[in-house]
């Protein structure tokens, strides 16, 4: 995701990526998540990226590997602190 795209996702609607050849979840330039409920993991690079004035409201995610900048901010229960 990119360029001040918004991705919601409640209730049942979740992401599952796993062992994907490079990234599992990567949003940058503004980008406003909110992911509730979903599985990143395995994936060849990492998990989650997440850069660039990105917003995230994660919460109940299953995930490995992540990385993120100082400018990213997050809140929820996913346990992901940033910079990472």
């Known amino acids: ?13 979740r992401i599952v990526g796993t062992q994907n050849g490079q990234l599992g ?7 406003g998540i909110t992911l509730v409920n979903s599985t990143l993991t ?3 690079t990492r ?15 299953v995930f490995g ?3 993120c900048d100082a ?3 997050v ?4 346990g992901i602190v940033c910079p990472h």
């Open 1 to 13: 995701m990119l360029s001040g795209s918004t991705l919601t996702l409640v209730n049942q609607a």
């Open 47 to 61: 998990d989650i990226q997440l850069t660039f004035g990105t917003r995230a409201d994660l919460r109940t995610l």
């Open 25 to 31: 979840l990567l949003a940058d330039n503004g980008t």
């Open 75 to 78: 809140r929820g229960t996913s």
């Open 42 to 44: 395995g994936n060849s």
């Open 71 to 73: 400018t990213v901010l």
């Open 65 to 67: 590997t992540y990385t």
